[in-house]
């Protein structure tokens, strides 16, 4: 859901059945008008490709309020961008989209999107912790709301335990640099750079805080030179970089590798599926991202995207498309929705007071991203 989004996103990002994009799906059921919710009509949604799970969200969303979703799914929130910028964004052909909050400033740069209105959209269901603090500071510019939260989840510290023994507690993101596990880490490109540099800030050896590399372009550059130059040294380390969910359940499950930072969706359907798979936040807290919807400047169906927000904005809906992305819900009583699978996977993965150190991804402003691919294909190409 970062991020890749990231990740967002939680079989977030679930394995992408038919590559890049999933294509568009419209889910039909009858229509069950149920009091006055809505009076039909359909919403265009972009969105992230490889989901079962979505179908029978869509599915209730339509029984309940008579709007019939047209989804169109992709990858990656490049690809989600570059169709924003081919005119999707300006032309009806999307309704709503749904990037993580650290994208959110270059949306608004490129004037993608455009304000929700709180009043419309039953901000009263959502938790307040994803209304406020660090969660929510991308969110609001100058008073105006732009993302509203959907689900949220973490990118982090990946093992095999029966190759890796690290104590749950003691996990530290320099773990993942261990010449012990050469050949056989997993990283994505930009993320993993975004690891080393806080393994190095933890260790005193960043020339600024971390955080401050999205404020400043030139703290920006000392701090990614320090850490690229880290990086290299432990290139030799990485068996596979990965871009989507195939790639990184792949390196895993076929290619070898051991351990690596990785969406908790990832870790979520390995563990479903019985591998000896660990998934824990390092003692420098999680990555975490948080996914929002955004609503696209060239809206067409303008009052069916708040009667989607407003049904996501409930117990039911929210757990309901935080199960379909195997991802945590933002609505106030939505955990209680939850399986026991889920409950278990996050005690594992949060133990102690994990969630109160969780690293939330930053704003990126365009000037950040873009030197921030610079950074990933000098490591990833190296």
Known sequence: MSNEVNSKGIDRRRLLKTGAAAGAMTVASPFVMKGALGAGGELNFLGWAGYDG????????EADTGVKVKFTGFGSQDEFHAQA???????????????????LASWIDNDFIQPWDDKKANIDGIDPAFLQGKAADALVIKGKRYGMPSVWGTESVTFNNKEVKLDPAKVRLMDLFDDK???????????????????????????????EAYQDEAK??????????????????????????????????TNGCVIGMNWDTSAGAMIKEGLPISYVSPVEGAMAWLQNFV?????????QAYQWIRWINTPKGAAA????FSANPIGKGSVDHLDDAAKNFFKMAYPGDATSRLFWWPATPSWFVSKRTEYAKKFVSA
């Open 295 to 303: 609503l696209l400047k060239g809206v067409k169906n303008t009052e």
């Open 181 to 211: 596990y050469a050949g056989k880490l997993t990283l994505r490109g930009h993320s993993g750079l975004a690891a080393a540099a806080r393994a190095l800030e933890a260790e005193g050896k960043l020339p600024h805080p971390y955080a």
């Open 85 to 103: 910028k081919a005119g999707g964004a300006s032309n009806g052909a999307f309704d709503i989209a749904e990037p993580t909050s650290d994208r």
């Open 220 to 253: 920006m550059v000392a701090i990614y030179d320090a850490t690229l130059k880290f990086a290299l040294s432990k290139r030799k380390n990485v068996g596979q970089f990965w871009s989507n969910e195939n790639e990184a359940q792949g390196a895993f499950r």
């Open 321 to 324: 498309w935080a199960k379909a």
């Open 54 to 61: 979505f179908a029978a969200v869509f599915k209730q969303f």
